[in-house]
C-alpha cells in the first residue's frame, strides 16, 4: 500500500496537476491494463493494452507514437548496423543481431488500435509505432487506446530476452508497447539503437499468464501472491488453457515510468521486511559459486537504503526487487536485473538507480550523465559507508571519489571525450558516450562538491531529490537547485562541462618575497575551464590557513564551514578572463614552508605537478632583519 504522500500525489496528477510543478511545467501521465498470455513453448505472447492517455499539455495531440523495442533484435535493424559499424562495438552485441534465425528473433506486430473505440491509421518503423489517431486528443483531456498486439522474445542479446548467459529464461525488459514520452521539447519516439529511456509517469496493472512450472519478479507488488505481497506464485489463479497449466500472476506499480519482469522455473525466493515498511526481495538461482553474494545481499542492501534514504532522499515504494537475469546490471522502477556472477558493487550502482532514474526520471538519452554519473557518485558515498562498517571488503577512503577525477583526465588526454550534449545514441564510440554517461557525471559532483563546499553541496542533493522527484528534472533544472542552496552563480560552470571538453590546469607560477613583512603569490591558469581555487599555505609551525579564490562568475563565493580548524580567508575574485592571479600573504616569507592549490585534490587538474610550492632550504636568512625573529 502506499503512502498517503505518494496518494496524495496521485490524486493530483489523476486531474492533470503535479505537486510543486511549476506553471510551464505539465507532464504526461498514463494508466496501463496489460492481459499478457505467454506462450512458452513459442517463446512468445498475445496482449491486449487498455491505455488511459492523460493529455496534461496545452496542445491538441493529432498523432502518438509507441516504443517497439523487441524490433531492434533483427538482422538489419538500426541496433545491428550500428554496432557492425562502430570502432568499439558493444561486446554483447557486436555482430550477433546479424545472425538470429527467424525463431530467435525478437518483434511485435500490432493488429488492432483504437482510440476511444474508433479505429487509428498506423504505422510499423522498425522500433516505433507512428499512429495517426481519428481525432485529436484535446488539451487537459484523456483518451482511451486499446492496443491487441503479438511478440517474440528474442535470444538475450542486450538487457531483454530469453535464456541468458546465466541461464535464466525470460529477462522481459523493453517489453510491451510503450508509449512515448511527450514533453514540453515535444515528442521523444527515438529508435531503438543503444540506449537510453525515457518514460510517461503513471499506473501499470499487468496480468500475465505463463506456465505453473514458473517463478516470477517485476517492478510493482504482486496483487495474489500472500501476505507479504509477493510470493512464489500466486495463489487461487489457476486457470487451464489447452493441454497446458497456467497461472495469472497480477502486478501492480503506482506511479512509475516502466514494468520490467523476470521468470524462470529455478528461482530462489527471499525476502528482507526493513524497519519502514519496504519489503526488500531476492530472486536468483542458488548456485554454489553466486550463493554468497546472494545469500549476503539483504542484509548490506538493507544498510545500503538506510544510507541511502538520509543522505539521497527517502524510497517512497514498499516493494524493492533484485532480479537475476540481463546481461550485467540494469535497472527499472522498483526492481532491478542484475547477473547471476555480479558483485555487491553492482548490487548497489543498480539500487541506487532507484533514485536517479527511477524516481527522478530524467530524459537519460539527452542526460545520461544526470542519471549515471550521479548514481556513480552514491556508489562511491555507500560503498566507503559500508567499508567503514565492515560490510564490504577493502580499506575506507578519505576521498572516494579520486579514481573518478583520475579516469576522467586520462581519457581527455587521449583525445577521445565529446561533449556530453550529444544524444546518448550519437556520440562516435562507445567508450565516449560510458566515460562521460559514467565518469564526467561522476566528476560534475565532485566539482560542485569543491565549488560550493561539501555541508552546503550534501544538503543541495538532497534539495534537488525532494524537489525534482517524479518531474523529469533537466540539467537547468539541476544547476538551479544547486544555485539556490549555495547562493551561487553556476551557469558558467553547466556550459563548461556540458556543451565543451576544455579542461582545468592551474600552477603556482611564482612565491617570492614582496617585502620585509610580506610574501607575493601568483598563480596562472593554464587550461581553459576556469575555477574557483582552495590555497593551503603551511608554515614553519605547521600551522596552516586557508585561502578561497572565487571566480568572478560565480557572484560569490564559498563558505568555510568544510574548513574545521584551519583559518579561511575569502581573496578577492580571479576574473576568468585573466590568465594570473597576484596576491600577497602578510607573513614574512622566511615563514612559509608550503603553498599548494587544492590540498583535497577534488578540482579536476589536469597537472598536478605544477599544484605546490616549497621551500627549497635556500635563501630564508637573506634579509638581515629576518634573522631578528
Known sequence: MQSKPVIFFLLFIAFGKTLHAQPDRWQQRVEYQMEIDFDAKKHQFTGTQTLKYYNNSPDALNRVFYHLYFNAFQPGSNMDVRSQNQPDPDPRVRDRISKLKPEEMGWHKVTSLTMNGKPCKYEVNETILEVDLPEAIQPNSTAT?????????PIQIRRSGRNSRDGIDYSMSQWYPKMCEYDDQGWHSDPYVAREFYGVWGDFDVNISIDKKYIL???????????????YEPKGTAVRWGKE????????????????WTAD????HITLERKDGLTLHFLYQDKEETRKTWEAAPKQMDKVFDFVNKNFGQYPYKSYAFLEGGDGGMEYPMATLVAGKAGIGTFIHESLHAWYYGLLGTNESLYAWMDEGFTEYATSEVENFLKKEGLMGGTPDENPHLDANASMIQFNKSGREEP?????????????????AYVKGHVILTQLQYIMGKPVFDKAMLRYFDTWKFRHPNANDFIRIMEKESGLELDWFKEYFVFTTKTIDYGIKTVEKASRKETKVVLERIGLTPMPLDITVTYRDSKKRIYHLPLDLMRGAKKGTEFTGDKFTVLPDWRWTHPTYEFTLDEKFRRIEKVEIDVSQRLLDWDRGNNVWKKDGNGEDEDEDEKED
Open 145 to 153: 487506446l486499446v492496443m491487441e498486439f503479438q511478440s517474440q522474445v
Open 217 to 231: 519478479g517485476a517492478s510493482g507488488i504482486l496483487q495474489n501472491g500472500g501476505n507479504i505481497g509477493y510470493g
Open 245 to 260: 497449466d497456467k497461472l495469472t500472476w497480477h502486478w501492480r506499480a503506482e506511479n512509475v515510468h516502466d514494468f520490467a
Open 265 to 268: 522455473p529455478d528461482y530462489k
Open 420 to 436: 556530453l550534449s550529444i544524444h546518448a545514441d550519437h556520440f562516435t564510440n562507445n567508450a565516449s558516450y560510458s566515460v562521460g
